[in-house]
């Protein structure tokens, strides 16, 4: 099995690209951050700033006395609370200027002929990686269509097709991968250390890139950013070269008859011997303990189901019971009770991929329960002068009036109980807040509008690490905000949007000042996708892909 595209996928990933290509890939603004923001964010003419201001400038050239790794707020982190409680998933935004020069350093010529080289030799036998960068499609119609497209192919349908081979399937992941992953595996990881395609000869280029990755963590010397495509594909070198480690420590034990399916750090090991695949389970632990991974001991297991075990849980579990609320378009007699039936479900399935799908099909179903309806109604006048004889002038007449939708349900009680699923998972939030946004924008009493939202605002960022959430509820907001020339957002992205643009989003005081005094923090909000923000959410992808289709 390969890594590079075939006919019957016919997703490209970033591997088919030149170097120049590549290059011109990593710096736009959609892989500069790989999670979801409002759409009047956009980083294109701040990454094209610092592409142009640095150029082909040394990096020790353009410090000064200071070295980033000894400062705070480099970056712009965005620690989210995952389960509204204790646990949180950092993610940066990434300083512009040390992505740069990360990515000048991969994408080089000589850099990305030895990247390519060396998953060259990760592609073998009985072992495919999943998980390279995917070139998108020009316009999406949802954030990520197409790479989620390529892990539903590569993934799920090929496990089901694996199913006809083999009997059982194990399965598992690694723990804290991206802050397990020790930077000096990157050298190892570039030079195929202790294998047949052993080299000397990357050193250099490892060297370089663990230096920039120190610098986007403070100093620390454990672990790698997460938020970015780049720190995935960065990843995928480390996981990758886990890979060919694998498969010759394999042979060198004399087992066949085996299939493995890596989507980043989740594993799906197929074979009919069940002693052989306990053997292939243990040989992988060892691999994975030697570059500091440990298996998820609470994700692993060894299946005789391959056919059910080979579709994620959470999505089985809706295929299973959709007929309870499907039939018809949606057996619940009320949105509240739908509501309900996500929260719980989102209980069992924290953070699930299949809870946007299921918050989405709700916001369609009361985006249809409050388009305007057509109804006709009586004309009540009668002229009694001029009655004719003919019993059709006897009969009254209609006119039609557009009526719009209504909620007829307690829009608080509904609220609430969509707040209460955007602070349990906040890998949802944004789309159970979509859902928020269009009930309450379909009220008619301003105040009351307002009291609602004031208290989701209260439920949601009146706890630490809230910052993704008050993204999002900026949206909701803005309007009104702008009016009002008030704010209740303190983080620094959301003060831009409100015009602050005095507030460095990044400290950039490691840089030499004629490289960073004319940063345009001003265009990372585009003004003219601003002025069409209501207060109903929009996703950034949804809107460009309904203006390219009508």
Not at 47 to 70: A, M, R
Not at 122 to 127: D, L, N, Q, S, W
Not at 291 to 305: A, E, H, I, P, Y
């Amino acid at each position: 099995m390969n890594n590079y595209p075939t006919k019957k996928n016919k997703a490209k990933n970033v591997l088919s690209l030149s170097s120049e290509e590549a290059f011109d890939f990593f710096m736009k603004s959609e892989q500069f951050h790989s999670f979801e923001l409002p759409e009047y964010f956009d980083f294109e003419k701040v990454l094209d700033f610092v592409k142009q201001t640095i150029g082909d400038n040394k990096y020790e050239n353009c410090l000064t006395s200071i070295v980033p790794d000894e400062l705070e707020n480099v970056n712009l982190d965005i620690l989210q609370n995952k389960d509204g409680r204790y646990a949180v998933r950092p993610l940066i935004l990434a300083n512009p200027y040390l992505y740069y020069f990360l990515v000048r350093e991969l994408c080089c010529p000589p850099g990305w002929d030895v990247v390519q080289q060396c998953f060259n030799n990760y592609t073998v036998p009985h072992i495919t990686s999943c998980a390279l960068p995917i070139i998108p499609e020009e316009v999406e119609p949802f954030h990520k269509s197409t790479t989620i497209l390529n892990w539903w192919n590569s993934i799920e349908q090929r496990s089901l097709e694996l199913s006809l081979e083999y009997r059982y399937m194990f399965v598992s992941d690694i723990t804290n991968c991206y802050g397990s992953i020790n930077p000096q595996s990157i050298d190892w990881a570039l030079s195929c250390k202790k294998t047949k395609h052993e080299n000397t000869q990357n050193h250099h280029l490892a060297e370089n890139i663990q230096k920039y990755l120190r610098a986007l963590q403070h100093g620390h010397n454990i672990g790698i950013p997460q938020g970015s495509v780049l720190f995935d594909f960065i990843a995928e070198i480390v996981l990758g070269y886990s890979d060919l480690l694998l498969y010759e420590a394999l042979q060198k034990e004399k087992i066949n008859g085996y299939e493995i399916l890596r989507y980043r750090d989740d594993y799906r090991v197929f074979c009919n011997d069940k002693d052989n695949l306990e053997r292939i389970s243990y040989i992988l632990q060892s691999v994975l303990e030697d570059l500091n991974f440990r298996m998820n001991s609470q994700k692993t297991k060894l299946s005789d189901s391959v056919v059910t075990d080979s579709i994620k849980p959470d999505k089985l579990f809706y295929i299973y019971n959709t007929p309870i609320f499907n039939k018809k378009g949606c057996d619940f007699d009320g949105i509240q009770k739908h509501l309900f039936y996500i929260l719980l479900f989102s209980r069992q399935y924290p953070n699930g991929g299949q809870l946007k799908t299921m918050l989405s099909d709700l916001d369609k179903r009361i985006a249809k329960k409050l388009k305007p309806k057509k109804k006709k109604y009586k004309i009540e006048s009668l002229d009694l002068d001029n009655v004719s004889n003919n019993v059709f002038d006897k009969l009254p007449s209609y006119e039609e009036k557009e009526v719009p939708g209504v909620i007829c349900e307690n829009i608080r009680a509904i609220t609430a109980v969509a707040t209460q699923i955007a602070l349990e998972n906040v890998a949802v939030s944004h789309y159970a807040l979509r859902v928020i946004s269009r009930i309450v924008d379909s009220m008619t009493d301003i105040k009351e509008k307002r009291d609602i939202i004031n208290k989701v605002y209260n439920k949601l960022c009146n706890q630490p690490n809230s910052d993704y959430n008050q993204l999002w509820l900026q949206n909701i907001t803005y309007t009104q905000d702008k009016k009002s020339k008030k704010s209740p957002y303190s983080m620094r992205l959301c003060k831009l949007v409100m015009g602050n643009s005095e507030e460095p989003l990044w400290n950039n005081d490691w840089l030499k000042s004629n490289l960073t005094s004319e940063l345009p923090y001003d265009s990372i909000v585009n003004k003219e996708t601003l002025k069409k923000v209501t207060p109903v959410i929009v996703f950034r992808e949804t809107r460009a892909y309904l203006e390219e289709i009508y």
